[in-house]
């Protein structure tokens, strides 16, 4: 299995608070990827980078930023959680090319 | 209308049965890949197809370019091949354009 995790596996939070999930590679890939996933949605792409300190929006990047000063760590913040952005989170990498390997998701629950 | 479409969206079958789960897009890709999840649990990758067909076990994955068409097919099944089964494509910039998923349950 590719080197990929996520921490925390669960949260739960106040509205307002901010949160910062954290995905770890070991496998040097220079694309990594956050989703979210929601019934009747599927997944659905936050941000993602395609190196260092490099980052693009998705389809769904308001409310969340991301940083990765270095290969292996991709940060996902939310600056002010709202009930909207309770979710499972999935990080990714190399997903779009030949290869795709996620992380096991982290449950995140706004109050 | 989606860009990729997965049918059915619920299926349910008895152990043994021959499955097929059909994935249809209508974009130009690269690569097509299937992907598994499982109650609560991650997502694996399953096949990345770009042409023909691949095999791993009881699963088996074809797709057809010209049409737009791939089928991920599970023989004799079982019911620890309950899940939810994603069929996801690449269109080229590095990025997937995701099906909504196809929830399984294979009744012993």
């Known amino acids: 299995d590719a080197g990929i995790t996520q921490s925390p596996r669960h949260k739960v939070t106040e509205t307002g608070t901010p949160v910062t999930l954290r995905c770890h590679q070991t496998?040097?890939?220079?694309?990594m990827y956050w989703y979210r996933q929601d019934p009747g949605h599927g997944l659905r792409l936050i941000h993602y980078?395609?190196?260092?300190?490099?980052?693009d929006k998705g389809e769904v990047s308001d409310g969340y930023s991301v940083s990765r000063s270095k290969t292996e760590d991709f940060l996902l913040t939310l600056e002010s959680a709202t009930s909207s952005q309770t979710s499972v989170y999935f990080c990714?990498?190399?997903?779009?090319?030949?290869?795709?390997?996620f992380g096991q998701g982290t449950r995140l629950t706004v109050v | 209308k989606n860009e990729v479409e997965q049918s059915p969206q619920n299926l349910t079958a008895q152990e043994g049965e021959f499955i097929t789960i059909n994935c249809s897009y209508s974009?130009?890709?690269?690569?097509l890949h299937w992907l598994q999840q499982h109650p609560g649990g991650g997502i694996v990758s399953l096949f990345m197809?770009?042409?023909?067909?691949k095999k791993h076990g009881r699963l088996i994955a074809t797709i057809n370019i010209q049409e737009k068409h791939s089928s991920l097919h599970i023989t004799a099944s079982h019911p620890r091949d309950s899940a939810v089964y994603i069929c996801?494509?690449?269109?080229?910039?590095?990025?997937?354009?995701w099906g909504a998923g196809t929830k399984l349950i294979i009744k012993p």
């Open positions: 974009v130009g890709i690269s690569a």
């Open positions: 197809l770009s042409s023909g067909k």
């Open positions: 996801a494509v690449n269109s080229g910039d590095y990025q997937l354009i």
């Open positions: 990714a990498i190399g997903a779009g090319g030949p290869e795709a390997f």
């Open positions: 980078s395609y190196g260092v300190k490099d980052t």
């Open positions: 496998e040097n890939h220079r694309y």
